[in-house]
């Protein structure tokens, strides 16, 4: 069979995937699971009992402890055995993904810069694209603050809460502004290209594309080449999106294996209350692009629909980087200010994760019964603002960020268990959103320098 495109062959692997990942879950994984959840609940109450006991009791029980440890190991091996083909799938893509995004942004935007050849503009853009990103990001966290205290979906939650300092697995250390600002410059720029660090590349980048520029005549060869190596990793980019539908059929199956279609009877109106709020920012996203290019908003829809189900059904908005790259530029966004807004954006501009910041950190309150004033959320919406900022590209950056945030209002930190069993389905759409958000960004400064070009 023929597909037209390969949007919709990723949409065949979604579904495919999501059938792939019922089976497993009601044949296998759904009762390992079972099995592992009451093997912790089982060590828990032994743990409790053997702090109570006399010395010959607890000894018994210590016994009974590393049985249970030890069902519970042999269980999580199981459903990791059971699961590795479909987690590989997506694990070799994203891979392939990150394999390139360090070289891809090191060359379009030193090409850019150096096109450039002018320092104030590059500063232009980047004041633009800062003031930009400030601005989205106060209506992402105001939007989830406002939405939040209209569903009210942490009220209709009857779960049993947390255990009083129950471990969260999530480290909340405080941000240190000095750090972040002091990580953003490299000390070695290929260390940065391993490790992808995309704040340290556009640093190096940007130093690198103006003294390229001041060197002229004696610069263009070079300009030449890195030109010819961006063309090259955005082609390599084209090969690599041939597998995107495994990664896809991979990252379903194995999150629906897990989580099955049960969570979703549990956590209904919280899930269905964040994705109404998304798709209300949605609209106001794509009415700034409106704004800025008219119809043709939904020409862009059309050109970042690939990347925006990537980043959603793999739950990363940075598998979809590459390609919203290539697309802006279709779309007729310059590749100078592409290069420079949406790496900017991924650290700086995620407003999906924004809002869940907000939605999520009132939501535990109200679960608790803790209803913050209009003062103290809008002072918490200020706090994650500048807090957010420090923490960006950290794996679960929005849990980190929110159960830091918990205690400086009294919330009990370990609230946030509550919601990780289904962090997925929340990360999927947060990750969409975000690849929306700095679209929509790198337009709307596009628009803002001039340059941008009614290519469809």
């Not at 942004?105 to 800062?130: E, H, M, P, S, T």
């Not at 409106?290 to 059904?313: C, E, M, N, T």
């Not at 535990?364 to 959320?377: C, P, V």
């Not at 960020?401 to 919601?419: K, R, Y």
């Amino acid at each position: 069979m023929r597909f037209k495109n390969l949007t919709t062959v990723i949409f065949v692997a979604m579904f495919l995937g999501i059938l792939m990942g019922y089976y497993l879950n009601v044949n296998k994984v759904g009762a390992i699971i079972q099995k592992i959840d009451e093997t912790s609940t089982q060590i828990q109450a032994l743990q409790t009992d053997s702090t109570q006991a006399d010395s010959a009791t607890a000894a018994a029980l210590h016994l009974k402890i590393a049985e249970a440890k030890k069902t519970k190991l042999v269980a999580e091996k199981e459903k990791n055995n059971t699961l590795i083909f479909y987690q590989t799938l997506t694990t070799i893509f994203l891979r392939l993904i990150k394999m390139i995004i360090a070289p891809l942004v090191f060359c379009i935007l030193i090409v850019g810069i150096a096109k450039l050849g002018d320092l104030k503009q590059v500063g232009r853009i980047g004041g633009k694209a800062l003031g930009w990103f400030v601005f989205a990001s106060l209506v992402s966290l105001f939007l989830g603050m406002l939405l939040v205290n209209v569903f009210h979906p942490g009220k209709l939650i009857h779960m049993p809460l947390p255990a009083k300092g129950a471990e969260t697995g999530i480290k909340a250390s405080a941000i240190n502004p000095q750090e972040f600002i002091t990580h953003i410059f490299p000390e070695n720029i290929f260390d940065a290209l391993a490790k992808n660090e995309i704040l340290q590349i556009v640093i190096f980048s940007i130093l690198f594309g103006v003294a390229l520029a001041a060197l002229k005549e004696k610069g263009k060869s070079l300009v030449s080449a890195l030109d010819t190596a961006g063309h090259v990793m955005l082609k390599i980019t084209s090969y690599i999106m041939y597998l995107a539908p495994l990664a896809v059929f991979g990252a379903m199956a194995a999150a629906v294996a897990v989580l099955g279609i049960g969570v979703l009877n549990k956590f209904a109106v919280y899930i269905a209350s964040f994705y109404a709020s998304l798709g209300l920012l949605w609209c106001i996203l794509f009415g700034f692009g409106f704004l800025a290019v008219g119809k043709k908003v939904v020409s862009l829809f059309r050109h970042i629909r690939q990347p925006i189900i990537l980043a959603f059904s793999t739950s990363s908005s940075e598998a979809a980087m590459p390609k919203t790259i290539e697309e802006l530029n279709r779309f007729g966004c310059p590749e100078n200010i592409t290069g420079f807004v949406l790496p900017l954006g991924y650290s700086f501009n995620l407003d999906g994760s924004m809002m869940y910041m907000t939605f999520a950190s009132i939501s535990i309150g109200h679960i608790y019964g803790i209803d913050l004033s209009f003062q103290q959320q809008l002072t918490m919406l200020l706090m994650l603002m500048v807090t957010s900022k420090g923490i960006a590209g950290v794996p679960r950056a929005s849990l980190v960020v929110i159960t830091a945030m918990l205690a400086n209002f009294g919330i009990p930190t370990e609230g946030i268990l509550l919601f990780i069993g289904i962090d997925q389905i929340l990360d999927m759409g947060r990750s969409a959103t975000n690849v929306v958000g700095n679209a929509i960004a790198t337009v709307v400064v596009s628009k803002w320098e001039g340059a941008f070009k009614k290519n469809n």
